[in-house]
């Protein structure tokens, strides 16, 4: 993401922001969102379309993935299901509270010792 490219510090946003943010016309945005599961927009009760701040970064790397390094389309997508398989697996709440216990008990033991 280049300097200019500052992402609000929002939870949701309309497309029309999201146009200003990343430069690109909504109708990009739309075939994209057709094209990269990555981007996901909810939508509002009225169907307007309701960006996450992960759709946006998705969206910034992916134009920058087309315009900078010249990736197709395709090209591009298979790019970003390498990376994601690449990218570590987030730990589980369940296992990171198990190892956390595991760790405090054994910080008693020494103390207590």
């Known amino acids: 993401m280049s300097s200019?490219?500052?992402?609000?510090d929002k939870l949701y946003?309309?497309?029309g922001e999201v146009t200003k943010i990343t430069g690109l016309a909504a109708y990009v945005l739309r075939f994209w969102e057709s094209e990269f599961p990555a981007i996901s927009p909810g939508r509002t009760e009225s169907g307007q379309r309701l960006y996450r701040r992960s759709d946006?970064?998705?969206?910034?790397?992916?134009k920058h993935l087309l315009y900078d390094k010249k990736f197709t389309i395709e090209g591009a997508k298979k790019h970003l299901k390498q990376q994601a398989k690449q990218a570590p697996r987030p730990v589980s709440s369940h296992k990171l509270l198990r190892e956390i216990r595991e760790e405090l008990k054994n910080i008693r033991t020494i103390i207590d010792e």
């Open 13 to 15: 946003f309309r497309i």
């Open 56 to 62: 946006i970064e998705n969206i910034l790397k992916i």
């Open 4 to 8: 200019g490219e500052q992402i609000p």
